[in-house]
Each structure stands twice: as structure tokens, then as C-alpha cells.
């Protein structure tokens, strides 16, 4: 490994990551500036040095081994170190600018963007960089340090991070505002099990929580249509093609105008929280600390107010 160590250098890491990337070494020499013969020699020279190795093929792509993923990793927390450090040095040199990678799973997409142009406003010098995905892409991004912090609603639990709530997230099912059991007050969960469910995708938060709901109740709900995104969903139950759990800051807009109704369920709102995250071994610069302590002092200012049916009963 001391071989190794003094061999391996960045541009050959650089040079790997391109690979897996582009899947061909091809693609690879095409995008980072040199020839095919050039990069195959360096993933060579890295495999040599390793004695494992990298890459395998799959339905011609090229395909990172256990070891590749390693060197993978170690590549992006490189890469962002040294962005780290050139945004430090030019702060040093007087330099005003910043900027943050900040991560929303897409339900907060109903309320993030205000909180941001709040905090634009008062730093309109630094840059924001959004990436808005499920769970899994901005978990992702987190864990590959593409993204400095992210507001997500359950923080990622295979790796560190440090996390602050902000906020309530409660969640509502919903219905269109001429269902049978709209208007009804406290509504028992078995009277759900006949209705037909519309339901996000399987591994979605969501999901999950439609599935504990009824499991607390001892009920085993019937499946139902599974739709990609909220605003399908939300169309759907305005359609009557069913009921919905979801997330009661997606719906703000539509039950105010009483285009969807609440139902008022006994158990609930289910009240999740609000996260802010980042990697713990990701140090924060002075933009993205402003960002964090923005976000931690002022939050939940820009979460939709509610007043949901059950708080009262259940308070």
C-alpha cells in the first residue's frame, strides 16, 4: 500500500472517475482532453499499483468494482475539499462571491424556494445551486458531496450526517371535495380499507407511511394506482379516482381554493419533522454556513400555516 500511495495521483483518479462516468474509455479520453491510449495507461498504472481491479464490463459499459467504488468516493471527497479550499483562499484575497449546492427532496419544493429568496435577498453576492430529486437522488448527491446541505424530511442513516430539525411536516389524506366521507368528522381508519388508494411509488416515503398508518391500526390495506410525483397524485384525487396520503404542504393551494378536501381521520395528521442536513465531515464555508444558520433560524417561518382537521381533537 506504501507503493501505492506514492504512486497514485490525482490525475489518474481524475481519470478513472471520467471512465465510470462516460462508461467507455472513449468517452472518458473525449471528455477530459486526451487520447484513449493515455487514460487506458493510467487505469493500468492504478490497478498495478493497487493490485485489484477497478473496473468490469456489463452490456459494454464499463462497470466500478468494490475497489473502484472505493477510489470513487475518496475521488469526490478530493474534488470537494479542493473547491472547499479554493472558495477559502479567494474569501482570504478579499474576494466576495460564494456559493452553496443545497439539496430539496421535491416536496419541499412547495416551500424551500421561498426561505431561499428570502436569504438571496439578503446575500444576493453569493450563488445558489439547486438539485431537486426524491429521497434517494438527494441522499445520493449528499453522500457523494455534490450538494453542500439538503432539507429533506428523514435524514440518511448509512453514513454521518449532522442534522437539525425545522420544522413540522404533517400528512393528510386527502379526497376530492364531493367523496362520501368528506365533511364526516372523525373517521375511523378501517373506513378507508374499501376506498381505492392513489399511492406513490414503492420505496417512497410516502409509501411507507400509508403502510405504518394501517399496520398501528391492525388494518392490511389493498394496494391501488401508483402515480411518480405529487401533482399526478393531487390531479388524481381531484378527479375521484381515489384517496390519497401525502404530504399536507403539497396541497396548501389546492385546499384553500376547497378543490381537494381533508379527511379528518382519527390518528391523524401524522407529523413528521423538517430536516436540515449535511455530510458531518463536510466543513462549511462562509456562504454555506450563512445558508445553514439562515435556514436554522428561519425555516419554519416559510412552512404553509394549516389548520388541519383532528390538531384540535388530538391536541
Same mark, same amino acid.
Given at each position: 500500500?506504501?507503493?501505492?500511495?506514492?504512486?497514485?495521483?490525482?490525475?489518474?483518479?481524475?481519470?478513472?472517475?471520467?471512465?465510470?462516468?462516460?462508461?467507455?474509455?472513449?468517452?472518458?479520453?473525449?471528455?477530459?482532453?486526451?487520447?484513449?491510449?493515455?487514460?487506458?495507461?493510467?487505469?493500468?498504472?492504478?490497478?498495478?499499483?493497487?493490485?485489484?481491479?477497478?473496473?468490469? @464490463?456489463?452490456?459494454?459499459?464499463?462497470?466500478?468494482?468494490?475497489?473502484?467504488?472505493?477510489?470513487?468516493?475518496?475521488?469526490?471527497?478530493?474534488?470537494?475539499?479542493?473547491?472547499?479550499?479554493?472558495?477559502?483562499?479567494?474569501?482570504?484575497?478579499?474576494?466576495?462571491?460564494?456559493?452553496?449546492?443545497?439539496?430539496?427532496?421535491?416536496?419541499?419544493?412547495?416551500?424551500?424556494?421561498?426561505?431561499?429568496?428570502?436569504?438571496?435577498?439578503?446575500?444576493?453576492?453569493?450563488?445558489?445551486?439547486?438539485?431537486?430529486?426524491?429521497?434517494?437522488?438527494?441522499?445520493?448527491?449528499?453522500?457523494?458531496?455534490?450538494?453542500?446541505?439538503?432539507?429533506?424530511?428523514?435524514?440518511?442513516?448509512?453514513?454521518?450526517?449532522?442534522?437539525?430539525?425545522?420544522?413540522?411536516?404533517?400528512?393528510?389524506?386527502?379526497?376530492?371535495?364531493?367523496?362520501?366521507?368528506?365533511?364526516?368528522?372523525?373517521?375511523?381508519?378501517?373506513?378507508?380499507?374499501? $376506498?381505492?388508494?392513489?399511492?406513490?411509488?414503492?420505496?417512497?416515503?410516502?409509501?411507507?407511511?400509508?403502510?405504518?398508518?394501517?399496520?398501528?391500526?391492525?388494518?392490511?390495506?389493498?394496494?391501488?394506482?401508483?402515480?411518480?410525483?405529487?401533482?399526478?397524485?393531487? $390531479?388524481?384525487?381531484?378527479?375521484?379516482?381515489?384517496?390519497?396520503?401525502?404530504?399536507?404542504?403539497?396541497?396548501?393551494?389546492?385546499?384553500?381554493?376547497?378543490?381537494?378536501?381533508?379527511?379528518?381521520?382519527?390518528?391523524?395528521?401524522?407529523?413528521?419533522?423538517?430536516?436540515?442536513?449535511?455530510?458531518?465531515?463536510?466543513?462549511?464555508?462562509?456562504?454555506?454556513?450563512?445558508?445553514?444558520?439562515?435556514?436554522? @433560524?428561519?425555516?419554519?417561518?416559510?412552512?404553509?400555516?394549516?389548520?388541519?382537521?383532528?390538531?384540535?381533537?388530538?391536541?
Amino acid at each position: 500500500m506504501n507503493r501505492a500511495r506514492r504512486r497514485l495521483t490525482l490525475k489518474q483518479m481524475r481519470g478513472f472517475a471520467a471512465i465510470v462516468e462516460h462508461g467507455t474509455i472513449t468517452g472518458a479520453a473525449a471528455a477530459i482532453g486526451v487520447s484513449p491510449p493515455a487514460i487506458l495507461h493510467q487505469l493500468r498504472e492504478i490497478e498495478d499499483s493497487l493490485g485489484l481491479p477497478l473496473l468490469e @464490463r456489463s452490456n459494454g459499459k464499463a462497470i466500478p468494482t468494490e475497489a473502484g467504488r472505493e477510489l470513487l468516493a475518496t475521488t469526490a471527497r478530493i474534488e470537494s475539499e479542493i473547491g472547499d479550499c479554493l472558495e477559502a483562499i479567494a474569501a482570504l484575497a478579499g474576494m466576495q462571491r460564494g456559493h452553496v449546492a443545497i439539496g430539496l427532496i421535491s416536496t419541499a419544493k412547495y416551500f424551500a424556494p421561498s426561505a431561499l429568496a428570502a436569504f438571496k435577498r439578503a446575500h444576493p453576492e453569493i450563488d445558489l445551486r439547486l438539485l431537486v430529486g426524491n429521497r434517494g437522488e438527494t441522499v445520493a448527491a449528499l453522500e457523494r458531496f455534490e450538494i453542500d446541505l439538503a432539507i429533506m424530511g428523514r435524514p440518511p442513516e448509512h453514513f454521518e450526517v449532522t442534522e437539525i430539525a425545522i420544522g413540522a411536516h404533517p400528512h393528510v389524506i386527502i379526497a376530492a371535495p364531493d367523496h362520501p366521507l368528506a365533511g364526516r368528522v372523525a373517521i375511523p381508519p378501517a373506513a378507508l380499507l374499501d $376506498q381505492p388508494f392513489v399511492l406513490r411509488e414503492p420505496g417512497s416515503g410516502t409509501r411507507a407511511l400509508v403502510q405504518r398508518f394501517f399496520e398501528s391500526a391492525g388494518l392490511a390495506p389493498a394496494g391501488g394506482m401508483e402515480f411518480g410525483s405529487n401533482e399526478t397524485i393531487k $390531479q388524481a384525487v381531484i378527479a375521484g379516482m381515489g384517496i390519497a396520503l401525502i404530504s399536507a404542504h403539497t396541497i396548501a393551494a389546492e385546499w384553500a381554493d376547497r378543490r381537494i378536501a381533508i379527511l379528518d381521520v382519527v390518528g391523524l395528521p401524522i407529523l413528521r419533522q423538517w430536516y436540515l442536513v449535511r455530510r458531518r465531515e463536510k466543513r462549511l464555508l462562509p456562504a454555506a454556513r450563512a445558508l445553514w444558520e439562515h435556514l436554522v @433560524r428561519e425555516g419554519s417561518a416559510f412552512l404553509p400555516r394549516l389548520d388541519l382537521p383532528g390538531e384540535s381533537r388530538d391536541a
